[in-house]
């Protein structure tokens, strides 16, 4: 948010016509643009640069799974369309972006007070940006999933048009209301219900929400561990799941202990009440697989009172290479601050560390009554009114970084802005699929080494 000679902040008069001037960068309708650049980087390419620093063995697997689907391309290609969308002309509107926000990086997850949220899910890519690239990377993967289930292609646009008509729609709300109430903003659970209309849909959204909140470390007890020699141990499930060696063990617990560090003290004393029991290497995503992953067994009041944490390597957002630089010099401050700015309440276990070789990790629970909708099975109603959700979602956690009135505008009350998104949606579809092609090919003439079905 801009901030006067004075210190104040400007009126919102002011900031919103900052926001309309900010048409002059970038205008509404131009963001409906699509033409690839003649030196437009090799997409298979990027994705290659991109796994240099990973685990080398993991890789078949995450190349395995991006060749599934254009959608399933699009999540691991995150690099590829930063990449796109740093090519254009953009606003300067800068917020504290996703980075990734395409439809399956929203879902369900608890508050600290256990209360059921639906919000945005994932934050390895966050950093400050134009608020536009979050929203033509949610409705561009609307278009996907859309011409995935076989969707017209006008309902496809209707799709790709609501995400984008909801956010402006939400910013627009938003600006008008004061700090704190935008801050405590937040979209419960329960609100989902009366968006379904059908009475069979309703059901299944009851269904989907008993099961997220069924998702705990208790739960995952059952599933994840086994007993050998009377102890607790991760089952194995290679390679997806593996034992961690005795040199991860032994960095792990080192790093655990610095990890504590970043917790607030009473969320320190909370973890202090467990015990280390056991760690695995585990694989995660499409487009993290890779990266170095783990999973930590830990034990409270006895062996029946788990918690189960995630550690996480962070790397540099994709962002990173086409924007100013970022507040943090710690990938895993910036996850975890972006993800604390973003998100309406947070895992009261998210904190950050350096690893061995200096290699930056952050923490967090693995299951905490976390949940995510069935994209693939939806009609062209319910991905409609699935898409406007997570365009709320999304003009909420914008709201709360970024300067809310100016945005609002920018965007203006007609829905010149929404047609423009839907329509770079469109084409942006048919350059995935040709991407998603490329990799198949490079696939098939041994250039990319791939495990399907992994």
């Known amino acids: 948010m801009a901030v006067g000679q004075n210190g104040a902040t ?23 643009g699509w033409i690839p650049a003649a030196d437009r980087p090799d997409p298979v390419a ?15 697997i995450r190349y395995g799974r991006m060749t599934t689907s254009p959608f399933a391309f699009l999540r691991g290609a995150a690099a590829v369309m930063a990449a796109d969308l740093a090519a254009q002309p953009h606003t300067g509107l800068t917020v504290q972006l996703c980075g990734d926000a395409h439809l399956l990086n929203f879902g369900l997850h608890a508050s600290p007070e256990r209360t059921l949220l639906f919000d945005l899910n994932d934050f390895d890519e966050t950093f400050p940006g134009p608020f536009e690239w979050d929203v ?14 076989g969707h017209k292609e006008a309902q496809a646009h209707d799709a790709a048009r609501a995400a984008a008509g909801a956010y402006r729609e939400a910013v627009r709300r938003l600006a008008v209301r004061g700090e704190l109430a935008v801050w405590y903003e937040r979209i419960d659970a329960e609100q989902l219900l009366p968006l379904v209309r059908s009475a069979r849909r309703r059901a299944r959204v009851e269904s989907n929400l008993t099961r997220a909140r069924r998702r705990t470390s208790l739960h995952a007890l059952g599933r994840l ?17 593996e034992p961690a060696g005795v040199t991860d063990m032994a960095s792990l617990r080192k790093i655990f202990s610095d990890y504590r560090s970043t917790l607030s003290e009473e969320r320190r004393l909370l973890l202090d009440r467990y015990r280390f029991v056991d760690a695995a290497r585990k694989v995660v995503g499409v487009g993290s697989v890779g ?25 540099k957002s994709v962002l990173e290479e086409h924007l100013p ?34 290699r930056a990790y952050y ?53 010149t802005f929404e047609r423009a998104v839907a329509d770079f949606a469109l084409r942006y579809v048919d350059q995935n699929a040709a991407d998603h092609a490329a990799l198949g090919a490079a696939v098939v003439a041994g250039v990319i080494p791939a495990a399907p079905g992994v």
């Open 10 to 32: 400007p009126a919102p008069a002011d900031r919103a016509a900052q926001g309309r001037a900010a048409r002059k960068n970038a205008s509404r309708s131009s963001h409906a």
């Open 46 to 60: 990027i994705l290659e640069r991109q796994g240099r620093d990973r685990l080398a063995e993991l890789l078949p």
């Open 136 to 149: 033509k990377r949610l409705a561009a993967s609307v278009a996907v999933a859309a011409r995935e289930n």
């Open 225 to 241: 561990t086994e007993t050998v020699d009377g102890r607790r141990r991760i089952v194995q499930d290679p390679p997806l799941l």
């Open 291 to 315: 990266t170095r992953c783990f999973i930590v067994l830990l034990a409270g009041r006895d062996a029946d009172d788990p918690l189960f944490l995630q550690i996480k390597e962070a790397g």
């Open 325 to 358: 630089s970022g507040p943090y010099v710690h990938p895993g401050h910036r996850v975890v601050a972006g993800q604390r700015l973003l998100q309406a309440a947070s895992d009261i276990f998210l904190g950050w560390m350096t690893g061995p070789q200096g």
């Open 363 to 415: 923490w967090r629970q693995l299951r905490d009554m976390k949940g995510s909708a069935d994209v693939a099975g939806m009609n062209p109603r319910d991905l409609r009114t699935y898409a406007r959700l997570c365009g709320n979602a999304l003009a909420r956690a914008h709201a709360r970084s970024g300067d809310r009135v100016a945005i609002a505008g920018y965007l203006g009350g007609a829905d």
